[in-house]
């Protein structure tokens, strides 16, 4: 089974940055959608950004501005920067994939960003 490993998550103050990491060696931008969604407690999951087989990369109005969707093909890594932090990012975030931007999506473990005032 193919996996999506997340990393990078953790705690920083309203303001800060992060930068998550999915290891993706088995998806490719050029072929596949990869995207970064989100899932706060007693909230719905959202997606957050995503990025097409054509490097296309679309966001979720509350991230536009701040959140950076980018993939470095020669790592087999998407990455998800994430400026001006506020406590409401605070969610488990995931990574997934699409090959061919299909129907199926496949999840990662997910990885935690919490956000303190």
């Known amino acids: 089974q193919v996996q999506l490993v997340e990393s990078g998550g953790g705690s920083v103050q309203a303001g800060g940055s992060l930068r998550l990491s999915c290891e993706t060696s088995?998806?490719?931008?050029?072929?596949?959608?990869m995207s970064w969604f989100r899932q706060a407690p007693g909230k719905e999951r959202e997606g957050v950004a995503h990025?097409?087989?054509?490097?296309?990369?679309t966001y979720a109005d509350s991230v536009k501005g701040r959140f950076t969707i980018s993939q470095d093909n020669a790592k087999g890594t998407l990455y998800l920067q994430m400026n001006s932090l506020k406590p409401e990012d605070t969610a488990m975030y995931y990574c997934?994939?699409?090959?061919?931007?299909?129907?199926?999506?496949?999840w990662g473990q997910g990885t935690q960003v919490t956000v303190s005032s």
């Open positions: 997934t994939a699409r090959r061919g931007c299909g129907a199926y999506r496949n």
């Open positions: 088995e998806y490719t931008y050029r072929r596949d959608c």
């Open positions: 990025i097409d087989m054509y490097g296309t990369t």
